[in-house]
């Protein structure tokens, strides 16, 4: 079995509004899987249909051979969650958090918690009603990263960290896939989902709008080349697949669609190339591909 | 910037968003100064009738559970409210203030929308402030709303504004008083708790003051409720005592004052010791949880309830010589005969703390529905824990808590009653009356369940079943409330032992149908969403 996640027509209203509206992805096992969409798209709806938390009204989820809903506490034996909006017991410490969330989950490794504890310079001893929302965001990585699971669903885990901690996370989501967890994991944030994961999911008003490993994807967008040339290579505007010519500072900028990059790179020849540089598309220009058209880019802050 | 700044526009922002509650709060205690009225003018029409109650209220108990007796000689109606009643109107009044201002300042501040308004126009001292004047907008309300209401009772006016102006002035003590609470505390859990210890010692220190002298002793002028009480509003009334309140709430907003002056946004003066830095080995199970989160509660109530029974218990010597002259429908509330006296005054008490246990039931059951609000719910259930187990396990500590609850409230009735009747079989016959009201208070928190399960939204609904009850069941026969709504209630199904004798039909029946309700309860939670808020 190796598709781990396989979610199919999956639909859910709350009340008059639709969040879920037939979406359909896959996660294979070993993969780092990137959940992407603006905030409202369903990211958090459907990652707690997976958990068995919500009910689905229709279509299909199984996680790890699991119908979450039913099996719902075998299905959890072989993963660990994180909220993407953390609260926790105001009176534990953050410490008893993390141990009491890892014995449900049945056992930790301590070596491990103990290092997490240290690397996410988390101060265990304090209440956990003293915590900002970064720190409650540690503990609930701490005591998901510390259990041995088949499965990680961390749903925007980083939103409250810092860049320092955010680098940990990252060296952690890549130790635990080396440990053999795969990982779902949701996220607004272009540069993580680009820097972590294997596959991406684009999600909009609870539709899937794209899926694919992250080379497929960048296969049906655009690269950016900038050049300097000896004659005006204004001329190029005419060539098929050819966009947004335009002069900045004696370079000419325009976009190129991947298609006919060849045949690009021969018509340049023509006007005598003194530099060149060639940016491969980002995500985040996929992203705006689906959302900057006819609607604002709500929530997506491009990285930071 | 002026420390002061946008105090005016804070203040509206408060009032709207307590657009509905205040109001409810000021027509609810005003409506009821109003309905204690009209009630007793019908259950006692003549003097004669108002005479003997006023006698029944005449001993220690009666005096800790009214006011200092002003003009009970010869009683008239008014009066007769004033000194009976006042009491739960002032303590509203209180509660009114103290949740106000809990919720306008550090509410607000811990879960930090304090900061975000700080950040804009607006001075350090204005949150408190605005909190302050909307608490003054409050009591005015009261003052306004009370008197008028009483007025269109029937009673004279000028009586009725200087009561209501009674529960005005308790309230602005106690908004100051927990102003200053709240720059101390970092958390607003912690002040209510404190400002709540205060209005109740407050109401026992008026209580015993009253107790060792008619009219009020020095001891009771130590306590914000007797200068409320003090006015002798309806018999000989006077303003003066009211300026206590108003200058000793003047002297604790200007400490308020100070402290906001000198403190961080955010902390208090006293600073969080740090605790462990890893879970002791038992708390690995749902329950465990439950039960760490709810000790703190179980035994406050528990010490609360032993003490309320101690109290209740002590009075039972004196019980039959007092109340030997009472008027008859009292006689029958108690028990029908002066013979049985004792175990009558021993029932209605026990009831009055099984009400008091199946509060903390409710409250414990609501813990479910805020675990759920708050999404902490969420990633204990995506471990491996079942709903029906999570759910079964906080119910299994309120069951527990319930069972310890009513044999502490038993122990502390049993010793009090066998210390002061000599009578040491008192004390095992008050545990086991009590004991046998767990059936009937589980069924209360059953029923607590089932709309967790079924209708969350609903939840509130078991305070109207249980407290409606419990005024059926209590008051019913003098205030002549229709008394089949209150079957609703199970506390409504129990023997009042020791009068009454042990019933093992209504015991085993309860105990199923509470185990049926919770089942339906638990059945209903597996099959619905979560709903976070």
């Known amino acids: ?13 709350f009340g008059a509004t639709t969040a879920l509206d037939g979406l359909s992805f896959q996660v294979g096992r070993g993969e780092v899987a990137g959940f992407l969409g603006p905030n409202g798209a369903g990211k958090s709806t459907t990652i707690r249909i997976l958990l068995g938390l919500l009910r689905a009204d229709g279509g299909s989820a199984t996680v790890l051979g699991f119908d979450p809903w039913r099996d719902a506490v075998e299905l959890h034996r072989h993963l660990a969650y994180v909220p993407g909006e953390v609260n926790l017991w105001p009176s534990l410490t953050g410490g008893e958090a993390i141990d009491f969330l890892c014995r449900l989950r049945g056992g930790a490794d301590r070596a491990r918690r103990t290092e997490l504890v240290e690397r996410f310079e988390l101060d265990p001893r304090k209440k956990c009603r003293a915590y900002s929302k970064g720190n409650r965001q540690k503990v609930a990585l701490i005591s998901a990263l510390a259990s041995d699971v088949d499965l990680l669903v961390l749903d925007e885990p980083t939103s409250g960290l810092d860049p320092l901690m955010e680098r940990v996370f990252q060296d952690c989501v890549a130790e635990a896939t080396q440990r053999g967890s795969s990982v779902l994991l949701s996220s607004h944030i272009l540069a993580e989902v680009e820097k972590l994961c294997d596959t991406v999911t684009i999600i909009r008003d609870g539709r899937t709008v794209e899926s694919g490993s992250l080379a497929q994807l960048r296969h049906l967008t655009r690269s950016t080349i900038t050049v300097r040339t000896d004659l005006d290579a204004s001329g190029l505007a005419q060539v098929e697949g050819v966009h947004e010519l335009r002069n900045e500072h004696g370079h000419t900028v325009f976009e190129v669609d991947n298609g006919h990059l060849e045949e690009v790179v021969r018509r340049l020849a023509e006007y005598g190339v003194r530099s060149l540089e060639s940016a491969p598309p980002s995500l985040e220009e996929l992203f705006l591909r689906h959302y900057g058209s006819d609607r604002q880019v709500a929530g997506v802050g491009g990285g930071r | 910037m002026n ?9 509206r922002f408060d009032l709207r968003r307590d657009r509905i509650r205040l109001p409810l709060w000021v027509i609810g205690i005003s409506a009821l100064a109003a309905y204690f009225v009209a009630a007793l003018r019908l259950a006692y029409p003549d003097t004669e009738d108002l005479r003997s109650v006023a006698g029944f209220a005449d001993n220690p108990a009666g005096v800790m559970m009214s006011g200092p007796g002003y003009g009970m000689d010869d ?3 008014e009066a007769f409210v004033a000194n009976q009643y006042g009491l739960y109107l002032l303590v509203a009044a ?5 949740l106000l201002v809990v919720r306008h300042t550090r509410g607000e501040e811990e879960n930090g929308r304090t900061e975000l308004v700080l950040a804009g126009q607006v001075g350090r001292r204005a949150p408190l402030t605005a909190a302050l004047v909307t608490a003054l907008v409050a009591n005015a309300a009261l003052v306004v709303a009370g008197g008028a209401a009483m007025t269109a009772a029937g009673v004279d006016a000028g009586g009725a504004v200087l009561f209501a102006a009674g529960f005005a002035a308790l309230g602005l003590f106690f908004a100051a008083l927990t102003a200053l609470v709240c720059q101390v505390c970092e958390h607003a859990r912690t002040a209510t708790g404190l400002a709540a210890a205060a209005l109740g010692t407050a109401f026992v220190v008026r209580g015993v003051g009253d107790v060792l002298e008619r009219h009020g002793s020095a001891v009771s002028w130590l306590s914000p409720i007797a200068w409320s009480q003090q006015t002798r509003a309806f018999v000989d009334p006077r303003w003066g005592p009211l300026a206590l309140s108003f200058g000793f709430a003047a002297v604790a907003a200007a400490a308020a004052y100070r402290v906001v002056d000198r403190r961080d946004l955010g902390a208090g003066l006293v600073p969080p010791r740090p605790g462990r830095d890893e879970a002791a080995p038992a708390l690995a199970t749902p329950f465990a949880l439950a039960l760490r989160l709810q000790r703190g509660s179980i035994a406050g109530w528990g010490t609360g309830l032993a ?21 008859e429908d009292i006689l029958v509330l108690m028990g029908g005969s002066t013979a049985n006296l004792v175990d009558g005054f021993l ?36 471990t491996a824990t079942g709903r029906a187990g999570w759910m079964a396990a906080g119910l299994s500590v309120t069951a527990l808590g319930v069972v310890a609850l009513l044999a502490l409230a038993g122990l502390g009735t049993g010793l009090g009653a066998a210390a002061s009747t000599g009578e040491p079989i008192r004390v095992a016959a008050s545990v086991w009356a009590l004991l046998g009201y767990v059936p009937a208070v589980l069924g209360v928190a059953a029923i607590a369940a089932a709309l967790f399960g079924l209708v969350p939204r609903a939840f509130d609904l078991v305070w109207v079943l249980v407290v409606y009850g419990y005024l059926v069941g209590s008051f019913g026969p003098i205030l ?3 008394g089949s709504a209150g079957a609703l209630s199970p506390l409504n199904h129990v023997r009042q032992m020791p009068l009454e004798p042990f019933a093992a039909g209504s015991f085993v029946a309860l105990v199923v149908l509470a185990a049926l309700v919770t089942a339906a309860g638990l059945a209903a939670f597996r099959r619905r969403d979560l709903r976070s808020a």
Do not use: W
């Open chain 2, 347 to 382: 029932g209605l008490t026990g009831y009055t703390m099984a009400f008091l246990a199946s509060c903390f039931a409710i409250l414990s059951v609501r813990r479910l529905r805020s675990e759920e609000q708050s999404g902490r719910i969420e990633p204990v259930l995506a």
């Open chain 2, 75 to 77: 009683p008239t109606l």
């Open chain 2, 94 to 98: 209180g509660f009114m203030n103290i």
């Open chain 1, 1 to 13: 079995m190796n598709t781990i996640v396989e979610v199919h027509d999956l639909t859910k209203t």
């Open chain 2, 307 to 327: 003490l309320t029974g101690l109290f209740y218990g002590s009075l039972t010597g004196s019980i039959a010589e007092s109340f030997a002259n009472l008027p």
């Open chain 2, 480 to 482: 002549d409330l229709p």
């Open chain 2, 3 to 11: 420390a002061f700044a946008g105090t005016a526009f804070l203040v």
